[in-house]
């Protein structure tokens, strides 16, 4: 992609690369100022109030993780020209609008939940909604095996490899992630030099994602795969600013 992505009028960017930028706000007062994306691609909270009890350091609680946030959701699907990819939980799919496909991010580790009357749950839900003029460049079956995160830059993390797999089998040029996090979408499309546009509310996870965009924006060509560079702690690469 050699032409750098046009900013809409009246939006200032927290940070910006020649492929995309990342807007500090609602997604909600953010998505009727931009044009239509050919694919939107997020990880909404799943509103549960998630907090690990399993972290020795303690992330935040999520912002607006009281409700699965369905007005953006229904907004970011109607954004998308071609496709959507919504990641939710098992138990709040019969809110969500009805999608094409179910996918099943199937992980290495399973929670731990109700011991004594509920499985081990090993998985987590994409909803895909496909439109009209959806077109994959290379199709790819419903179960996606990736190793959990360890959750270093937000509470509910992914793997920027499951990310980059959902990109690249698309032909979408443009990609849309309203609820940003800490960056993995955006660095995703870095790595596969697609356009992005993220929103992230919290300005802490603005500053993480603007940090971890601009260390893969700048790895050489020759390096961009399908690995992640792990940091060993969450200090060791001085990234990360504390929560207070
Ligand atoms: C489940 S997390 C996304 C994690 C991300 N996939 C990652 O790998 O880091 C959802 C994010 O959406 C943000 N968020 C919640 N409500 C929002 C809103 N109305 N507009 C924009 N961002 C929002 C939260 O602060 C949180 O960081």
């Known amino acids: 992609m050699d032409t750098k992505i046009k900013i809409p009028d009246g939006i200032?960017?927290?940070?910006?690369?020649?492929?995309g930028f990342?807007?500090?706000?609602?997604?909600?007062?953010?998505?009727?100022?931009?044009?239509?994306?050919?694919?939107?691609?997020t990880d909404p909270q799943y509103g549960m109030?998630?907090?690990?009890?399993?972290?020795?350091?303690?992330?935040?609680?999520?912002?607006?993780?009281?409700?699965?946030?369905?007005?953006?959701?229904?907004?970011?699907i109607n954004k998308a020209g071609a496709?959507?990819?919504?990641?939710?939980?098992?138990?709040n799919i019969y809110e969500m609008p009805k999608p094409k496909s179910v996918l099943i991010w199937m992980k290495n580790n399973w929670s731990m939940g109700d011991?004594?009357?509920?499985?081990?749950?090993?998985?987590?839900?994409?909803?895909f909604y496909s439109k009209e003029n959806h077109v994959f460049k290379k199709r790819i079956p419903d179960i996606l095996k990736y190793r959990r995160t360890g959750n270093i830059y937000h509470p509910t993390q992914k793997p920027v490899g499951i990310m980059v797999q959902l990109i690249e089998?698309?032909?979408?040029?443009l990609i849309l992630d309203p609820f940003l996090g800490s960056g993995t979408t955006a660095i995703a499309c870095e790595?596969?030099?697609r356009q992005w546009i993220g929103i992230e509310i919290s300005e802490k996870y603005c500053e993480i994602a603007a940090k971890r965009i601009e260390h893969e924006s700048k790895?050489?060509?020759?390096?961009?795969?399908?690995?992640?560079v792990k940091p060993k702690t969450r200090k060791q690469i001085g990234m990360i600013k504390e929560s207070k």
Request: glycine share 6%; with cysteine.
């Open 12 to 19: 200032t960017p927290y940070y910006s690369t020649n492929l």
């Open 22 to 41: 990342l807007v500090h706000g609602d997604c909600l007062e953010i998505m009727p100022q931009l044009g239509e994306v050919d694919l939107v691609l």
């Open 49 to 76: 109030e998630f907090q690990s009890n399993y972290r020795i350091v303690k992330h935040d609680k999520i912002h607006g993780d009281e409700n699965l946030p369905l007005e953006e959701i229904k907004m970011a």
């Open 83 to 91: 496709a959507a990819y919504v990641f939710c939980r098992w138990d």
């Open 115 to 127: 011991l004594k009357h509920e499985h081990g749950r090993q998985y987590e839900i994409i909803c």
């Open 169 to 173: 089998c698309n032909k979408a040029v």
């Open 191 to 193: 790595r596969l030099n």
């Open 219 to 228: 790895r050489p060509t020759l390096f961009k795969g399908s690995l992640e």
